[in-house]
C-alpha cells in the first residue's frame, strides 16, 4: 500500500505560479511511475504530466508543455509539480497518483493505469 499526500495547492492570478508536492510513502517514487492529474468541477480526471521511476522518461499533456515540470526527489521520496503561466482553465483539483509495478516501462497517460491516489489539492486561478 502506498499513500500519497499532495500539498501546495491555493489561490493565484492568471500569470501566476505554483508548486505542488506529493510525499509518498516508502520508497515508491524510486521504483514506480508516478502522475499528476486534474479534475475540474463537472468534468472527468484528465492526465497533467508523468514521471518515470528512473527520473528521465516525463511526458505532459499538450496544454501545460512549457508551462508546468514535474519532478522528484528520490532521497525526500517526493514528486513536485511546478506550475507557471497559470490561466483560468488550470483551475482544478490536483491529484498525484503511483502505479503499483516496480520498474515498469514508460508511464501511462491513462487514469485507469494509476493504483495508489492522493486526497488532491485545490488550484484555483482566477482574477
Known amino acids: 500500500q502506498v499513500q500519497l499526500v499532495e500539498s501546495g495547492g491555493g489561490s493565484v492570478h492568471p500569470g501566476g505560479s505554483l508548486g505542488l508536492s506529493c510525499a509518498a510513502s516508502r520508497h515508491s517514487v524510486s521504483i514506480f511511475n508516478m502522475a499528476w492529474f486534474r479534475q475540474a468541477p463537472g468534468q472527468s480526471r484528465e492526465f497533467v504530466a508523468a514521471?518515470?521511476?528512473?527520473?528521465?522518461?516525463?511526458d505532459y499533456t499538450d496544454s501545460v508543455k512549457g508551462r508546468f515540470t514535474i519532478s522528484k526527489d528520490n532521497d525526500k521520496n517526493t514528486v513536485y509539480l511546478q506550475m507557471s503561466s497559470l490561466k483560468p482553465e488550470d483551475t482544478a483539483v490536483y491529484y498525484c497518483?503511483?502505479?503499483?509495478?516496480?520498474?515498469?516501462?514508460?508511464?501511462?497517460?491513462?487514469?485507469?493505469?494509476?493504483?495508489?491516489w492522493g486526497q488532491g489539492t485545490q488550484v484555483t486561478v482566477s482574477s
Open positions: 497518483a503511483s502505479d503499483d509495478t516496480a520498474w515498469n516501462i514508460r508511464p501511462s497517460i491513462n487514469r485507469d493505469d494509476y493504483i495508489y
Open positions: 514521471i518515470g521511476w528512473n527520473g528521465v522518461d516525463i
